[in-house]
């Protein structure tokens, strides 16, 4: 699986093929998200998760995950939103899970700014994209404040030496 599932009992892939293996053995199931069940030895252990006392199909997530300040999101479409900032926007998919994996809303609920510079790329996101920017023009203030100081406060450091 490329995204583990955070609720998953098993730390390390010996213990979890160790237990699935036992569990096969004795007749276990796993259960999927509609109810149902499958027997352990009709599936392959990448497709399952031992979460809260019982085996789980993982839903299969197709979606490359974006993480975003504290928030992990799909990237959607690009807004065809131009700015003398530079920075791009995006619809985004906030990211959900449960015991059978990752899920996302059928609807885009925020929107993503982003900016890459020589040192890295810079995210931030909001419900609209006047909070998107703001929130990204914050991250870049706090990154580079010495910089724009050191240019935007050139003839006052003079004045403030004397």
């Known amino acids: 699986m490329k995204n583990r599932n955070n609720y998953a009992k098993h ?3 010996l213990d979890k093929n160790r237990d699935f293996n036992r569990d096969r053995a004795a007749g276990a199931v796993a259960y999927k998200s509609d109810g149902t069940t499958v027997s352990l030895r009709d599936v392959k252990l990448s497709q399952v998760e031992f979460i809260a006392g019982l085996w789980r199909f993982q839903n299969d997530f197709q979606h490359s ?3 975003v300040r504290d928030m992990d999101v799909v ?5 065809m939103h131009k700015e003398k ?5 995006f619809q985004a998919y906030r990211v959900a899970s449960n015991c059978y994996g990752y899920f996302i809303s ?13 040192h890295g790329t810079y995210w931030s996101y909001g419900a609209t994209i006047e909070q998107a920017r703001a929130f ?6 706090d990154e580079y404040m010495d910089l724009i100081h050191s240019v935007a406060c050139k003839n006052m450091n003079g004045k403030i030496k004397k």
């Open 75 to 79: 990237l959607g479409q690009k807004l």
């Open 11 to 13: 730390t390390n892939l």
């Open 136 to 141: 990204l023009g914050i991250k870049l203030y």
């Open 85 to 89: 900032n530079l920075f791009e926007f």
């Open 106 to 118: 059928s609807k885009p609920d925020c929107i993503v700014a982003k900016y890459t510079t020589d």
């Open 65 to 67: 995950i974006q993480r």
